[in-house]
């Protein structure tokens, strides 16, 4: 091999080497630091306490979730299946008055369900798709993360009646959140700037789907027999 070659040869591999640096910084920059606290928010911070307050390790791993998951287009739901849906959720929230536990669980089922038909990894990987529903609805994630707890019995299910009532209530209140997300017309479609998952539709259109809360999940019951 003549010496000419072999200069080049080094050359090419120098501008190859450069140009992945080149990339990676590049990335650092878009999905790092302040970005990454802007696109998840509260997400951001949960995830740095799950990581012991190590800020690095933290965005390593919300890095991670929007390079798998960023690019996933949400399949779009029609009238039908969005009416289809919420009855089912007015049945969970209805059956919760008698049975808070078994309504608790088909609400985990249900979010898992509609995540599934809406594009993300189904429900049988729930940690795949609870780290994909992250990217794209990061404020709300975390009553899907709530309730499965509770569903799962993940959440230790010690105390009194009275107290696992409440909690499974707020579980419920809050996983409710997520679900109006994923079945609103507008999931997906109306991002705020900066890639933050909040959704810019119209404040009345938030209400209305807020309003459909069943008056007995704000109540308070008697302890479960």
Not at 41 to 48: A, F, K, L
Not at 64 to 89: F, I, N, T
Not at 127 to 145: I, K, T
């Amino acid at each position: 091999m003549s010496t000419g070659l072999i200069i080049l040869l080094i050359v090419i591999a120098a501008v190859v080497v450069l140009g992945a640096a080149a990339l990676f910084l590049r990335s650092r920059g878009r999905h790092g630091g302040p970005g990454l606290k802007r696109r998840f928010g509260p997400e951001y911070e949960r995830t740095v306490a799950m990581h012991d307050g190590d800020t690095k390790a933290a965005e390593r791993e919300l890095t991670e979730r929007v390079e798998r998951h960023g690019d996933l287009h949400e399949r779009p739901l029609d009238g039908a299946e969005r009416q289809r849906y919420a009855d089912r959720w007015t049945a969970v929230q209805e059956r919760f008055v008698d049975s808070p536990r078994e309504a608790v669980a088909e609400a985990d089922r249900l979010l898992g369900e509609v995540a599934a038909v809406r594009g993300y990894p189904d429900g049988g990987r729930y940690d795949e798709q609870l780290a994909a529903l992250s990217v794209h609805h990061a404020d709300h994630v975390d009553g899907y993360r709530q309730v499965h707890r509770v569903a799962t019995g993940a959440d230790g299910g010690a105390g009194e009646d009275g107290t696992r009532t409440e909690e499974m209530r707020s579980a419920l209140l809050g996983a409710r959140a997520l679900f109006d997300d994923l079945t609103s017309a507008d999931s997906g479609r109306h991002r705020a700037p900066g890639g933050t998952g909040r959704s810019t539709a119209p404040a009345g259109s938030r209400a209305h789907a807020r309003s459909h809360t069943p008056w007995a999940l704000h109540r308070s019951r008697p302890k479960e027999s």
